[in-house]
């Protein structure tokens, strides 16, 4: 069936047309008649498996309405607290409802009779759930939802000055793209002294965050957070040993090839050392790549470009558009960071990042775009648990559409030499993003195998960790006081723990399906668009199989990639 990005404004056949969530009160009454419902017939059971999603994904919408308001704006007060209101006043009522829901759907002997082809990644996660939850754990979940929002309040006041002008921090970075020297120390050294004003408070917020989450694992009956993390994640094809064998792969294949592309930097702006403010500069003559104006700008390319590909895609952003679902540009005030934020209910997601005109802009706009397509091929699945799709394939979604849309960057660039340069950037942030993937990661590991380490340790080991994936070709000498709270500008640490490793994961999909559509465009987008389009109702390595994958993130994969991005990137080096 072709897929189509028109949307009809949901039909209800549960809950009110106009209900609206505004407190515990009001709600409470579906899931109880969802918990009291007889289930004598599969009929029956199937009927109350639709109700149950359609509660399931007004909740949620309304619930991501608040976090995308408050994210907006995070000087905002009324909108901070209705976020919190929902995490401590109705989302723990909700909990112990939804694991007696989730029992009543295993036991139920009709649940055998479902499909096991559409069904079985669903039950196991049901499954999963019930093994894993506490009633204990309910308010330790909504204190570390509110502190991990808490992130975003802090970073999105963050300012500096260049000249007489104020930047936030995502704007003040361009000036890093400067031909002169001078101007790229001083505002690199202005963000990270604006970042160490807050580095106590962050440093505390993190270590509430750990207390916290360490209590969580203790009350589930594991040893630490991280192995009760990952069965909440659904990891049911990859450990924890599997990370470790990506983390020395990495350290191994990718961070010489970082080397390499940092001494054809230095050679290139005939510098003596590289310094991280050089990292992002071009030389004197040469001006930074910008490919778009303003927030309409990119999203006017942006559209374009995803046309060019498939016209679907381009329907899913002009579907977007007609509903208001963009806040691109960065300003003081708004949380860091981008993200896709699905919408369950009515079913076109909201993206939100923080534009200011540089190339990286470009990357995560198509990025973004791509986990859109991702929401709007899922969203005609029937249950709203069939679309909360496995991060390790959202994350393919996503770095694919990086890299098909390239072909058509033209659209962002005139000039053939500033679109190689386009291109040639992707294909190294491709590479250079696997050392901080396996940086963060690494450290997320010991942290929660250590609970109860001092600060003072943190950075330690943060440190040291640190180095064994940093490229040696950057000249770091007395910075290290920046570097020792690095880890403090990754949001996921505070927001979703664990959640990075899916991004290697990801990448190397992504660089298989890229190499699928450099030798046939139509086949790799059919497998792209086939994958999406199973949402969650396939297992890991099943989704992979349907996009012409292998899950796979051994040595030799990752070899056989990095040595593919290399071979490109010599060819734009060439043309």
């Known amino acids: 069936m072709t897929p189509t990005a028109e949307l009809k404004n949901p039909v209800r056949h549960f809950l009110p047309q106009d209900y609206v969530v505004t407190d515990w009160n009001s709600l409470e009454p579906y899931f109880r008649a969802l918990e009291e419902r007889p289930l004598a017939t599969r009929a029956a059971l199937e009927k109350w498996l639709l109700d149950t999603s359609e509660l399931e994904a007004v909740v949620s919408e309304d619930i991501s309405w608040r976090q995308i308001k408050m994210t907006c704006d995070t000087e905002n007060k009324s909108l901070e607290e209705a976020f919190n209101y929902f995490c401590l006043e109705i989302q723990p009522k909700i909990e112990p409802y939804a694991d007696r829901i989730n029992k009543r759907l295993i036991e139920n002997p009709h649940t055998q009779e479902l499909d096991p082809r559409d069904y079985f990644s669903y039950l196991r996660s049901v499954r999963k759930k019930i093994e894993l939850f506490r009633e204990s754990n309910i308010p330790l979940f909504a204190e570390a939802s509110i502190l991990g929002q808490q992130y975003g309040v802090v970073s999105g006041k963050m300012t500096v000055k260049m000249g007489d002008q104020e930047y936030t921090l995502q704007q003040a970075a361009k000036f890093l793209e400067s031909p002169d020297r001078a101007v790229r120390e001083e505002v690199y050294r202005k963000i990270q002294t604006r970042r160490a004003q807050d580095k106590d408070s962050l440093n505390d917020l993190y270590s509430k965050l750990i207390d916290i989450r360490n209590r969580v694992g203790l009350n589930a009956g594991f040893s630490n957070y991280r192995d009760f993390k990952f069965e909440d994640l659904g990891r049911f094809d990859y450990t924890k040993e599997d990370c470790f064998r990506f983390h020395e792969a990495v350290k191994e294949y990718v961070v010489p090839l970082v080397n390499k592309i940092n001494e054809k930097k230095r050679k290139k702006l005939g510098l003596d050392t590289l310094r991280p403010w050089d990292v992002e500069a071009e030389p004197a003559g040469i001006k930074p790549l910008r490919p778009f104006t303003n927030g309409d700008d990119l ?3 942006t559209i374009a470009c995803f046309n060019r590909l498939n016209p679907f895609f381009g329907d899913c952003l002009r579907t977007m558009l007609k509903m208001g679902r963009f806040d691109l540009e960065s300003r003081k005030g708004k949380a860091p960071g981008g993200y896709n934020c699905p919408l369950a209910e009515t079913g076109a997601p909201f993206i939100f990042m923080n534009a200011s005109g540089q190339m990286g802009d470009l990357t995560t706009m198509v990025h973004e775009g791509g986990h859109a397509i991702h929401s709007f091929l899922a969203h005609p699945l029937k249950l709203s648990a069939f679309k909360d799709y496995p991060m390790e394939i959202a994350e393919v979604a996503s770095m694919s559409m990086e890299l098909f849309s390239m072909d058509h960057w033209d659209l962002f660039f005139e000039d053939k030499n500033d679109l190689a340069r386009a291109r040639e950037h992707q294909l190294e942030r491709v590479i250079t993003i696997f050392p901080w993937i396996a ?85 790799a987008l059919s497998n792209y668009m086939q994958a999406l389009s199973l949402g969650a109702t396939r297992t890991l390595p099943e989704l992979y199989d349907a996009a012409g994958l292998k899950f796979n993130f051994a040595k030799e994969q990752i070899k056989q990639l990095m040595d593919f991005v290399g071979e490109e990137m010599e060819k734009i080096a060439a043309d």
């Open 439 to 523: 940086t963060i990661d690494k450290f997320q590991h010991w942290i929660y195998e250590n609970p109860y380490h001092t600060l003072e340790q943190r950075k330690e080991k943060w440190m040291e960790i640190l180095e064994e994936f940093s490229s040696h070709s950057v000249d770091w000498r007395g910075l290290e006081e920046y570097r020792e709270y690095g880890w403090q500008k990754q949001l996921h640490l505070y927001e979703v723990p664990f959640y990075y490793i899916e991004y290697g994961i990801a990448q190397l999909g992504a660089l298989g399906l890229w190499m699928q559509y450099k030798r046939n465009k139509e086949n």
């Open 299 to 301: 999203l006017t390319k």
